[in-house]
């Protein structure tokens, strides 16, 4: 009883659970058509912007760093870190957002809702308000120890009622401790106008003004993250046919619990203290990536993170072309451009359900 | 891991139902199901009644009562009905129907972390107000939508996102999962669109589209309660007939249709009363958080069942918009906006009920 979510729906709205990769050898060859279009996008990002570097410039720049000139400059200390971060984040969230779908069973279910999202923002707004922070790289340690701690005080909330720690429990203990803490956002905000105007920009979510350090310091996290999540993967598979079955099988709950929420804690994290906080990837890229791969977890969590490169780097390009000379925050292209597509997925096929 | 398997044991303990008897009709009920609305209703009357007394005039409650019975002197009929009643009114009633909008949502979508603003109405209602805020009339567009007035901007909004999911959500019938993708979507693209209309304004009007945000009753008078009771007075009837309903559809939709509900008709009904009633109540006041996720949430937590219990979600609604605007006006220092207040007044109280863990209801 416990352990059933909500959302299942009845055995004959179900959709097939298939993907449209059926077979191993389908999948392989699509995760490297997938990665493939992965490099693409990156070079894509390094070469495109408010000035356009040619692809042969980029590639000297990128080998030889003593090559004189405004577009080595642009390429190694601007787009490179750019682009890394978007690597970063991109994978960060599409992973986070499948294990999160995974463990809690939820379509609803976005890697904000242990509270690392609303953790971070209030941690941002406090620094800001009370140390005065005002730049992207002072934020960083701030957001990630919010984050952290806001997770570890859902994950504690969540798991001391008598059933111990359920997906219900957690996403309910995790929405109440988020509206919590960004009403004492929302609160610091109205009185302090200042805090307000520094914070407006960091919510957006961007990868624009980050330096070199930045993807240095997120980067063991998000490391750490994909291990986890990549161990986690078969386990979720398990549980995903009820804890009951899947501890028949032999798995040990607590520790598949926990190795997950540790990961999607350590690279939602990491993700928000380097960009803010981009919901919209999480969210939708599991699900895209679900009705490519099914439910199998053993590729749905690669297939998510990289699509969510692909995603986020898309939008961060399309950000820089379309308001040039100026640029749009990757976060706003992000939905804009990707929500009407991800609803005429969803209108067309039937989505593999979680 | 030690723990027992949480499946829990069948008919441990007495039956909680009762039955009540009129001549043939029969009907079963829960002591709770009665018992927590009535007591709610009551704290509701008792808090808005302090609430009313409380201001730069005070009055005690007695006198408050004695008023809203029709007798008390002048003085504190004009204090309190002519410059207290409204706001509380609109506290009422934006609570009440936010409550019954989420309880409504989630019992359709069965899913607990479903609400008005997942079906991209409080999104939408947004987007519409703080365009009017932000590009004034700056814009040709801005101009035309500030004709129309902040609430009219809101409703209009609200109902064309939810129209919008509605429609792309449609195939043949309403499928709960399809909706809730939908609205994801769509609720995304809207509040990129609002941080985004954020990031170009002036700081100032920043300041004011952020109090909007959050939900808030300074200012609101009889202009914002008339509209939003009179869809209260048509929708809340619709909404309570809708109960028996709900209840067949949650067992799935083969199940409801064998026991006779016209399911494509009863879960259109049951999206657009929801949606109506979210839509209305964030027009006055702004999307008041917490509300309408979080209180059918505890309203099934407080009266059992398997569900969240339509008028007791509403009743307490009321209360938690009616306390924290008492708790706003009173206790903090400036007028902070209600929805700051009741996220912090209403949190704790359903991480208490998490850790205390007398029921795992799910939906």
Same mark, same amino acid.
């Given at each position: ?222 490391? %750490? +993250?994909? #291990? &986890? @999540?990549? /161990?986690? =993967? $078969?386990?979720?598979?398990? !549980? ?5 079955? *899947? ?82 925050? %990757? +976060?706003? #292209? &992000? @939905?804009? /451009?990707? =929500? $009407?597509?991800?609803?005429? !997925? ?5 989505? *593999?359900?979680? | ?363």
């Amino acid at each position: 009883m416990a352990q059933r979510t909500a959302t299942r729906p009845p055995a004959d709205a179900r959709a097939p659970r298939g993907g449209l990769l059926r077979g191993a050898a389908a999948r392989t060859l699509g995760l490297w058509l997938l990665l493939a279009l992965t490099v693409a996008v990156c070079a894509l990002s390094i070469a495109v912007g408010t000035r356009s570097i040619g692809l042969g410039t980029v590639w000297h720049a990128l080998l030889d760093g003593s090559t004189p000139g405004d577009e080595t400059v642009i390429v190694r200390q601007l787009r490179v870190p750019r682009t890394l971060l978007g690597l970063l984040a991109g994978l960060s969230l599409g992973i986070a957002g499948a294990l999160m779908q995974g463990h809690t069973r939820n379509p609803l279910g976005d890697p904000g809702l242990l509270g690392v999202t609303a953790g971070a923002s209030f941690a941002v707004v406090l620094s800001i308000w009370l140390f005065g922070v005002s730049t992207a790289s002072g934020y960083i340690w701030f957001a990630f120890a919010g984050a952290l701690l806001g997770s570890v005080a859902v994950y504690l909330i969540g798991s001391s009622g008598r059933g111990g720690a359920t997906p219900v429990s957690l996403a309910l203990a995790g929405s109440a401790l988020s509206f919590l803490l960004y009403a004492l956002v929302q609160a610091i905000t109205i009185r302090e106008t200042t805090a307000l105007d520094a914070f407006r920009f960091w919510v957006v979510g961007a990868l624009a003004g980050r330096d070199a350090d930045v993807v240095a310091q997120i980067a063991p996290f998000v490391v %750490v +993250g994909l #291990v &986890l @999540a990549m /161990v986690n =993967a $078969p386990a979720l598979n398990l !549980l995903g046919l009820g804890e009951d079955v *899947a501890r028949g099988l032999g798995t040990r709950i607590w520790l598949a619990r926990g190795t997950g929420l540790l990961a999607i804690t350590l690279l939602t994290g990491a993700a928000t203290a380097g960009c803010g906080p981009i919901a919209f990837v999480g969210l939708v890229v599991p699900h895209v990536a679900r009705a490519v791969t099914g439910p199998d977890h053993r590729w749905l969590v690669p297939y998510s993170g990289l699509l969510g490169v692909v995603l986020l780097l898309l939008a961060d390009v399309l950000g820089r072309v379309v308001a040039r000379p100026g640029e749009l925050q %990757v +976060g706003i #292209v &992000l @939905a804009v /451009v990707g =929500a $009407p597509f991800f609803i005429a !997925l969803v209108r067309r096929r039937r989505l *593999a359900t979680l | 891991m030690t723990a027992v398997a949480p499946t829990r044991a069948p008919a441990a303990g007495p039956d909680p139902r009762r039955t009540l008897r009129i001549g043939r009709l029969s009907t079963a009920y829960r002591r709770r199901q009665l018992a927590v609305p009535l007591l709610v209703l009551l704290v509701l009357v008792l808090t808005a009644a302090v609430s009313l007394g409380r201001g730069d005039y005070p009055i005690s409650v007695l006198d408050v009562l004695r008023v809203l019975v029709g007798a008390g002197d002048d003085t504190q009929r004009f204090i309190v009905l002519e410059l207290r009643a409204p706001r509380t009114t609109v506290a009422v009633l934006v609570g009440t129907a936010l409550g019954l909008s989420g309880a409504l949502i989630q019992t359709f979508a069965r899913n607990p972390l479903a609400s008005p603003d997942v079906l991209g109405v409080t999104g939408g209602a947004a987007v519409g107000a703080v365009a009017v805020i932000v590009l004034g009339g700056a814009t040709t567009a801005g101009r035309l939508l500030g004709g129309l007035g902040l609430a009219a901007a809101a409703l209009a909004g609200g109902l064309l996102m939810a129209l919008l999911v509605f429609g792309l959500a449609w195939n043949q019938g309403l499928d709960g999962y399809r909706l809730v993708l939908v609205g994801i979507g769509l609720s995304a693209m809207a509040l990129a669109v609002v941080r985004y209309l954020l990031t170009r304004s002036t700081i100032q009007d920043a300041a004011v589209a952020n109090v909007w945000i959050t939900g808030s009753l300074n200012g609101r008078g009889w202009d914002q309660a008339l509209p939003l009771a009179v869809a209260l007075l048509v929708l809340l009837p619709v909404s309570l007939a809708l109960s028996r309903v709900l209840g067949a559809l949650q067992f799935g939709d083969d199940t409801a249709r064998g026991l006779g509900v016209r399911v494509p008709l009863a879960q259109a009904v049951t999206v657009v009363v929801a949606v109506a009633l979210a839509a209305f109540a964030v027009s006055a006041a702004g999307p008041v958080q917490f509300v309408a996720l979080v209180v059918p949430q505890i309203a099934v937590r407080l009266t059992g069942g398997s569900r969240p219990p339509l008028l007791a979600a509403g009743l307490l609604g009321a209360l938690l918009v009616v306390a924290s605007d008492l708790v706003a006006r009173t206790v903090l220092p400036e007028s902070f906006p209600v929805g700051v207040v009741t996220s912090v007044v209403g949190a704790p109280y359903l991480l208490w009920l998490l850790v205390r863990g007398r029921r795992l209801a799910t939906l």
